[in-house]
């Protein structure tokens, strides 16, 4: 099922803490506290976009070398979910066996870890989806996993030509999905889509704590 935006709530980040990196999901924290995964291509710009959201700049650790992190890295905001920094996918310069193996570490994760409620794919707006990309997003989809996509680096673009590029990379996804994902434009250097990213957070955690 996929989450569709809820009510804006506004959120404040007052404290952002790594925690722990895991090489399994068994690893990963014991509580029951809700999950937010970020996985995208090596070079995403993934770091720069959780210590952006976290307003914390040396949070995630960010790499001129693409394909560094190796591990599920856990972070605790405000004492009351956690963000999880997953590894990139889809990167050649990788032996075969380092990436079958964070790949079955990537697919357990997502499909065992019960507290994971969205898993945020980051893709580069300037070069859209690639064939990783997309079937990584249909396999989430397949799965049932609730999914957005963080649409990285708009600076890079401008406003317009950002947008323009939005649009037609969501409308090609239309030959196999009949309710498309949400999805967010970013900056990490101008903080665009901050707010509304975790907006979108916040909003899920009330839903779900309203479920109880």
Not at 31 to 43: L, M, P, Q, T, W
Not at 107 to 113: A, D, G, H, P, V
Not at 165 to 190: G, N, R
Request: proline letters at 3%.
């Amino acid at each position: 099922m996929l989450r569709q935006n809820i009510t804006n709530e506004s959120m404040e980040i007052k404290k952002s803490e790594f925690v722990i990196s895991s090489a399994t999901w068994t690893q990963c924290p014991k509580d029951v506290k809700h999950e937010y995964a970020f996985i995208g291509r090596s070079n995403v710009g993934k770091s720069s976009l959780i210590n952006m959201l976290c307003n914390h700049k040396g949070l995630a650790k960010t790499s001129a070398t693409p394909g560094k992190t190796l591990l599920i890295n856990h972070f605790i905001i405000n004492n009351e979910w956690y963000l999880v920094d997953l590894p990139g996918y889809g990167y050649a310069k990788r032996s075969k066996s380092v990436q079958q193996k964070l790949e079955q570490m990537i697919t357990s994760y997502i499909l065992q870890r019960r507290q994971l409620v969205n898993v945020f794919v980051l893709i580069d707006i300037r070069h859209g989806f690639m064939t990783v990309d997309r079937e990584f997003i249909d396999w989430l989809g397949r799965s049932g996993i609730p999914f957005s996509i963080v649409f990285t680096k708009a600076d890079k673009l401008g406003p317009m030509k950002a947008k323009q590029s939005v649009e037609t990379y969501m409308e090609s996804l239309k030959d196999t999905w009949e309710e498309l994902p949400p999805y967010f434009i970013t900056s990490s250097d101008k903080k665009t889509g901050r707010d509304e990213v975790l907006d979108y957070i916040e909003s899920i955690n009330k839903e779900l704590n309203e479920e109880g």
